[in-house]
């Protein structure tokens, strides 16, 4: 069965640090996959995804993700956060043909400190 | 969120009752999904309807739940018989036919048994 992995559940930063959340993902067959981001009492909002091609997407709001088909990983990054950059944050993935059923992970918590 | 509403955001019923939660897509958005996500978890898909028909609903509960998407009107998630172990956060989600695998979350209905 597919699943996705979050390593991290809670990660506390200072701003201008550098971020990187993990994610892999168990499916053998072609994905699409997805970051979604939560801020605080609004909804997700889709960060970025990957469909085809270039293995390294970018997003809204500075940040980027990299496919590794090898390691089944698309690892979330940002060279330097900010304070307002404090939210849930969701790997997902679907398998290309069924059309928007996620399988999320866990999900990560980012709390940035001024 | 692309214009997908839902209502009421907030519900609060005694066990045995039951909740309906809905979902407004934007016009045009004939496929919904919807997603449960329960204390310390991800969301999980629970069901994806296109108009009038269930399409999936593999991630539905067995009993007390039920979906409906009619032709006129929103998308209900109907609980029967509430338990404290429904208390969650149910996501819809909603797309166009051609916007491939991209949908699109609502703000969520967060649904309390006492």
């Known amino acids: 069965a597919q699943s996705v992995s979050q390593h991290n559940h809670h990660v506390i930063l200072s701003e201008a640090a550098s971020l990187e959340l993990g994610c892999n993902y168990s499916?053998?067959?072609?994905?699409?996959l997805f970051w979604y981001v939560q801020y605080p009492g609004q909804h997700l909002q889709l960060l970025l995804k990957y469909f085809s091609g270039d293995p390294l997407v970018k997003g809204i709001k500075g940040f980027e993700a990299e496919f590794i088909k090898s390691k089944f990983s698309f690892n979330l990054r940002k060279p330097s956060v900010q304070w307002s950059d404090t939210a849930e944050y969701c790997c997902?993935?679907?398998?290309?043909?069924?059309?928007?059923?996620?399988?999320f992970g866990q999900g990560t918590t980012l709390q940035v400190k001024p | 969120n692309a214009g997908v509403m839902q209502n009421p955001r907030h519900l609060v019923r005694r066990r045995g009752q039951e909740a309906r939660l809905r979902c407004s897509p934007m016009?045009?958005?004939?496929?919904v999904y919807w997603y449960r996500q329960l204390p310390e978890e991800g969301l999980k898909f629970m069901v994806y309807?296109?108009?009038?028909?269930?399409?999936?609903e593999s991630g539905m509960p067995k009993e007390r739940f039920s979906a409906e998407f009619p032709k006129e009107g929103p998308s209900i998630l109907r609980i029967q018989q509430v338990v404290r172990g429904d208390s969650a956060a149910y996501f819809c989600a909603a797309r166009p036919s051609h916007s491939g695998n991209t949908i699109y979350f609502g703000e969520g209905s967060w649904l309390t048994v006492v």
């Open positions: 309807l296109q108009k009038e028909n269930i399409i999936d």
């Open positions: 016009k045009g958005h004939s496929h």
């Open positions: 997902a993935v679907s398998h290309s043909g069924n059309t928007g059923k996620l399988i």
């Open positions: 499916y053998g067959g072609t994905v699409n």
